[in-house]
């Protein structure tokens, strides 16, 4: 067990329709990131919040979005919903945001769109 | 830019073989860190080790070892007398040093091992 959960564990919504992934931290650990796996795709990068703040981008289509709420837990939005969005959707965390910190990742959500 | 390579895609062993699983980046920059992730059919990603580009000691944790090579650029992992329960998909992934840095997964390498 890492200590980072994620809610929920899966999820089967309809195209064109939102969803809202969760993501709680290790305790003390202050950033975020969130990762999309597809068969095609692999594990990709789609963001990175640190204490709040929004810290790095990686490859996430405009349809999604993130926060990171003060108790630094941190939210997923995914809009407008497309076939290829079904994928796994891994959140992890680390102490800080140094490249050099370890990310520990959650147990994913497995989103299927139909 | 920066890229990780698992050439292998599936190897299949039978328990108490030993397997190397190979692992090629690349970076322009000096400074990098190196890590390894299992994840087995239950689906979680679980940390396996943590390499620094500036320390090229090998490390062994049980049945585990990695070699790290920076002349070749390669980061492989071996497993020692294989069990079933080592039986998943296994990550090479690099990051460069910077606050804006990515950490870039290869496609990972699917290991069975039979009884």
């Known amino acids: 067990d890492s200590g980072v959960t994620q809610t929920p564990k899966h999820l089967i919504t309809a195209t064109g329709q939102r969803v809202t992934l969760r993501c709680s931290p290790r305790s003390g650990d202050l950033s975020v990131y969130w990762y999309q796996q597809s068969l095609d795709q692999g594990l990709q990068f789609l963001i990175q919040?640190?204490?709040?703040?929004?810290?790095a981008k990686g490859n996430i289509l405009e349809r999604f979005s993130a926060q990171q709420f003060p108790d630094l837990h941190s939210e997923l939005n995914l809009s407008s919903l497309e076939l290829g969005d079904s994928a796994l959707y891994f959140c992890?965390?680390?102490?800080?945001?140094?490249?050099?910190?370890?990310?520990?990742f959650g147990p994913g959500t497995r989103l299927l769109v139909l | 830019a920066q890229k990780v390579t698992q050439a292998q895609t599936e190897i299949s062993v039978v328990e108490k073989e030993d397997v190397t699983l190979d692992c090629v980046y690349e970076?322009?920059?000096?400074?990098?860190?190196l890590f390894w992730y299992k994840q087995p059919p239950s689906g979680e990603l679980v940390f396996l080790i943590r390499?620094?580009?500036?320390?090229?000691q090998n490390e062994i944790s049980g049945r585990y070892s990695w070699n790290f090579q920076k002349s070749t650029s390669s980061f492989n992992f071996t497993i020692t007398a294989s069990q079933v329960v080592d039986s998943a998909v296994y990550f090479c992934a690099l990051r460069n040093s910077g606050a804006n840095s990515k950490l870039t997964f290869g496609k990972g390498i699917t290991l069975s091992v039979r009884p």
């Open positions: 970076t322009r920059d000096t400074t990098y860190y």
């Open positions: 390499r620094n580009s500036f320390d090229e």
């Open positions: 919040y640190y204490n709040g703040e929004e810290r």
């Open positions: 992890a965390s680390s102490a800080s945001s140094g490249s050099q910190e370890t990310q520990y």
